[in-house]
């Protein structure tokens, strides 16, 4: 018994020997591999350049510097004060009067273009609205830094530049004439250059600033919205009196009110497009380094 205990261990030690050498060979057998294969060096000097400037013109939208991330929200601070302080400049006694404005002849409820066609609204319009346009385009031209500009960034701010041209049209070029609709033969280039505007908003939201889906969804809806409200008031209110007598006449609701309801519910939804726009024009920024 005891000789055979001696040779058990024996043999279970020969078994671990031969497993601890099997282990040692594969490894030396993945050693050679390995060092036959050896591991690419890091890209430099041209092909890394080459490299990064295609990397660069995927950038996703909504991916700035620091610099270009603090002028973008210069630029929104700038846009939504203009949009702010037009109300008590159009509204408030002792203001709404100076510079050529309505006075007591003040509308209500009226549209962003009806409100700053002239007087206070409008000098202000003019020189914060274009102020906000030029911090936005220091930071989509990299404050003048054009040779350190992607593909990608060029196509940005080239989209840009067209949205600020149709934004020109409708705010410096052509101020609304009247009446309050903007689709008469008076304000026909105004009406087409605000609706390419606003649907310019549409786009840099998905493709410059890659804001956030809520409001993306929020801006959308706010536009088709003011959309259903401008063709209900257009034509001289031809489809609201329609849509009036369809929902039976005065029956229900007096047709003055109910016209009076479709300039309130333009008025809010057009300011609310954009302040939509404005609130969430830095949601989707992040920040990278070039």
């Known amino acids: ?38 591991a690419s060096p890091p890209a430099t000097g041209p092909q890394s350049a080459k490299h990064t400037a295609f990397l660069n013109m995927y950038i996703p939208a909504g991916s700035f510097t620091a610099a270009q991330a603090a ?20 509204y408030l006694p002792g203001l709404r009067g100076l ?38 385009m220091r930071a989509l031209l990299k404050d003048g830094d054009v040779a350190a500009m992607s593909f990608a960034d060029w196509l940005r701010a080239g989209f840009m530049m067209q949205m600020y041209a149709a934004g020109f049209t409708t705010v410096v070029l052509t101020p609304m ?12 280039l105004h009406c087409y250059a605000a609706m390419l505007y606003v649907f ?8 410059v600033l890659g804001v956030s889906a809520a409001y993306s969804v929020a801006f959308v809806a ?7 409200f401008q063709a209900l008031r257009a034509d001289g ?25 479709l300039d309130l519910g333009f008025m809010v939804t057009e300011n609310a497009l954009f302040f939509i726009f404005l609130f969430g024009m830095t949601s989707g920024v992040s920040v990278v380094e070039t």
């Open 177 to 188: 004439k009247g009446p309050d609709v903007a689709m008469g033969a008076s304000d026909a």
């Open 1 to 38: 018994q005891i000789v055979a205990t001696y040779r058990g261990k024996l043999s279970s030690q020969a078994r671990r020997g031969r497993r601890s050498i099997g282990r040692s060979i594969g490894q030396l057998r993945t050693s050679a591999c390995c060092s036959a294969w050896p």
């Open 99 to 136: 510079a050529g404005g309505d006075g007591r002849a003040a509308k209500f409820p009226c549209s962003i273009s009806w409100m700053t066609r002239r007087g206070l609204p409008r000098h202000c319009t003019l020189c914060f609205w274009n102020l906000g346009w030029v911090c936005l």
């Open 237 to 261: 209110e031809r489809l609201g009196r329609a849509l009036h007598g369809r929902l039976g006449g005065g029956q229900r609701v007096r047709l003055k009110p109910f016209l009076y309801a």
């Open 200 to 207: 310019d908003h549409f786009i840099a939201n998905q493709f």
């Open 222 to 228: 706010a536009s088709l919205l003011c959309g259903v």
């Open 71 to 90: 002028m973008l929200a210069a630029a929104q601070r700038l846009f939504i004060f203009e949009q702010l302080i037009i109300f008590p400049l159009y």
